[in-house]
């Protein structure tokens, strides 16, 4: 099911009328719980962190509930490494993961004393020429091909832009070895939105094996294994919850078998299922519209919320305070001038009109964060209810002077 909002229409109402419409919405109080039932579904496995995919919300304060809760950082630009930093997160608290990374980020992670995740072995020699001393810890993204299935996001894992393949693991580790690391991790980071449960203890048996046949060939202990992020959210109806106590006490059994009494320490970077549920976009409808189809114009639009005009992502929308009246079919769109700006197409919605709330669920990954300027759209604001019932801005709107700061006249 998708998240349901937790506050009333009157109360909606009100803080419609104190920021003004659109806005990106967060619960304080479930993003702790989900952080806390993150936490606990892995509480057996050895030495377990969770890296917050920062890209999926990299707002300040968002990190900052999460880093409360113990969580690292997944990183993998200097803007999120900067953030990271001004809330005064560093060392290997942060794993960075980029990919076509240059000197100026290398050495950025470097600064900060990040966890380096090496995407391609043609990146070993850039980042030996960003830094004064190759560093100690070292980790390789591995692109497991087609050990693996992916999906539409990200895509199959033969035909992803990531990681080193199988072939690559034995000559990456043994040069990074040569350079002077002396402490190793293993990623991997195949797929997104995953909503079955097995998929994950299998990742973390391809990666155990890749830890043995480390141990055997090059005689590393590898001292921890990422799965990557990608543990799935009921963006849909009739989707199920994903089950990570499951997903927990599976990997804890794969570890042990494999290992016995010492294994490597399990970590996981998930962006979407944290925050994802805990978040909802608010707008209004600005007209109706009704030529050939239905329309809802609302005054957000696909510049506020990609996933659907990008992957043809379904969020869920409901209008409070109409659940029990008559529905008709409808596309619900922006105001960009391009075709694709529709947050539902064909959707069986209350009967609307002009100044209605909507709200579109489970926007909290990925939905402010992958907001854009195309068309002149200002990027939109954030708030956040937090645990005692008041709101917080947390980002304000952009403004017209935010816009042309960067034009040269
Ligand atoms: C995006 C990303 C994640 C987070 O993925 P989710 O599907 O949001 O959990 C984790 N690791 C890497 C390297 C990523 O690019």
Same mark, same amino acid.
């Given at each position: 099911m998708p998240s349901a909002l937790p506050i009333s229409l009157e109360k909606l109402e009100e803080i419609a009328q104190k920021y003004g419409t659109p806005f990106h919405l967060y619960d304080e109080k479930i993003i702790k719980n989900r952080a806390q039932k993150l936490k606990n579904a892995f509480k057996k496995t050895n030495g377990f962190?969770?890296?917050?995919? #920062?890209?999926?919300?990299?707002?300040?304060? $968002?990190?900052?509930?999460?880093?409360?809760?113990?969580?690292?950082?997944?990183?993998?630009?200097?803007?999120?490494?900067?953030?990271?930093?001004?809330?005064?997160?560093?060392?290997?608290?942060?794993?960075?993961?980029?990919?076509?990374?240059? $000197?100026?980020?290398?050495?950025?992670?470097?600064?900060?004393?990040?966890?380096? %995740?090496?995407?391609?072995?043609?990146?070993?020699?850039?980042?030996?020429?960003? #830094?004064?001393?190759?560093?100690?810890?070292?980790?390789?993204?591995? %692109?497991?091909? %087609?050990?693996?299935?992916? %999906?539409?996001? $990200?895509g199959n894992p033969i035909e992803a832009k990531f990681g080193i393949t199988m072939d690559q693991i034995l000559p990456a580790y043994r040069k990074a070895q040569e350079l002077g690391a002396k402490r190793f991790g293993i990623h991997t980071m195949t797929g997104s939105n995953m909503l079955d449960e097995q998929y994950f203890p299998e990742t973390a048996i391809l990666l155990s094996n890749i830890a043995l046949q480390l141990q055997k060939e090059l005689g590393i202990t590898v001292e921890f294994i990422n799965i990557g992020g990608g543990f799935g959210i009921p963006y849909r109806p009739n989707d199920h919850d994903l089950d990570i106590e499951k997903i927990g006490s599976d990997i804890e059994k794969v570890l042990h078998t494999t290992f016995g009494e010492n294994p490597p320490k399990l970590f996981t970077e998930s962006g979407r299922w944290p925050i994802g549920p805990a978040g909802w976009l608010v707008t209004r409808v600005n007209n109706k519209k009704e030529i050939y189809k239905k329309y809802a114009v609302m005054d957000a639009c696909m510049a506020d919320l990609m996933r659907p005009g990008m992957y043809g992502a379904y969020h869920h929308i409901t209008v409070p305070g109409k659940e029990n009246e008559n529905t008709e079919k409808i596309d619900v769109v922006g105001s960009l001038c391009e075709n694709n700006d529709k947050f539902a197409i064909d959707r069986e919605l209350p009967k609307l009109e002009r100044g209605d709330l909507l709200v579109i669920h489970d926007t909290g990954a990925h939905g402010r964060a992958m907001c854009f300027n195309y068309n002149g759209k200002l990027r939109t604001q954030e708030v956040l209810l937090q645990e005692d019932g008041t709101t917080r801005l947390i980002r304000r709107k952009e403004t017209l002077e935010d816009y042309f700061a960067t034009l040269l006249f």
């Open positions: 962190r969770q890296y917050f995919a #920062v890209k999926g919300n990299p707002n300040p304060q $968002i990190l900052k509930i999460f880093s409360a809760e113990g969580f690292g950082m997944d990183t993998s630009s200097i803007a999120e490494l900067e953030l990271c930093k001004r809330i005064g997160i560093s060392g290997e608290n942060i794993m960075f993961s980029s990919n076509g990374t240059s $000197i100026l980020d290398f050495q950025k992670a470097y600064e900060l004393g990040a966890i380096i %995740n090496i995407d391609d072995i043609s990146l070993i020699d850039i980042l030996r020429e960003a #830094v004064p001393k190759f560093p100690e810890l070292i980790c390789f993204r591995i %692109n497991p091909g %087609n050990l693996k299935k992916g %999906n539409e996001i $990200i």
